[in-house]
């Protein structure tokens, strides 16, 4: 991973169903990102990525005491962005890849009745949870930094392989799992200013 590039490390508990896992995230992501008018300016202007790491609630307990800058949203845990060189060693320790086994399966969610907005995330490309709920969070800031943090609050999940074009859409750079400009994700708001 390249140490000048911004990263926001993500930990989150895998053993909660994906729909929770990547609303929690997507929230947790973007307190962090929006908590002050320099981070967001910095996110935006630069090739900031995030890495969404597994962690269990012990160490979710350890990174909350014996580090700064975090924000937290239920099971996850997201920090200001940073260079990787500045991770700390227990940053570092968080998995990841391979904890998809753990992710429990994903009950039907029933969804929200007037919901704030539609995260519509394909099928057929084989992301790691990780990298889906990265790819969610990027969209979460957009969202959040648009319309409010409450409006990531009542989001409705869609995985189709249809994914619109409007809203915030997400084309991944390329560095990890999927090709450069791939169609990962797409957040349409539901929600007025």
């Known amino acids: 991973m390249n140490d000048e ?55 979710l307990t350890r990174l909350k005491m014996e580090e700064t800058g975090w924000q937290e949203h239920g099971i996850a845990l997201a920090f200001n962005p940073c260079r990787y060189d500045e991770f700390s060693k227990l940053m570092r320790r968080g998995q990841v890849s391979g904890w998809e086994h753990k992710v429990l399966p994903m009950d039907v969610p029933a969804p929200y009745n007037a919901p704030s907005g539609i995260l519509y995330a394909p099928k057929r490309l084989s992301m790691s949870t990780g990298k889906l709920a990265a790819q969610a969070a990027h969209a979460a800031v957009f969202m959040a930094r648009d319309h409010g943090l409450e409006s990531l609050f009542r989001i409705n999940f869609v995985y189709s392989d249809d994914l619109p074009e409007t809203g915030y859409v997400i084309r991944d750079n390329g560095h990890t799992e999927v090709e450069s400009g791939t169609h990962t994700v797409t957040l349409i708001p539901n929600c007025r200013n």
């Open 5 to 59: 590039a911004l990263v926001q490390p993500i930990f989150v508990d895998p053993t909660f169903p994906l729909d929770a896992i990547l609303r929690n995230v997507m929230c947790a992501s973007a307190k962090a990102v929006l908590e002050d008018t320099p981070v967001i300016e910095k996110w935006l202007a630069d090739d900031c990525r995030k890495t969404v790491r597994s962690a269990k609630p012990s160490m």
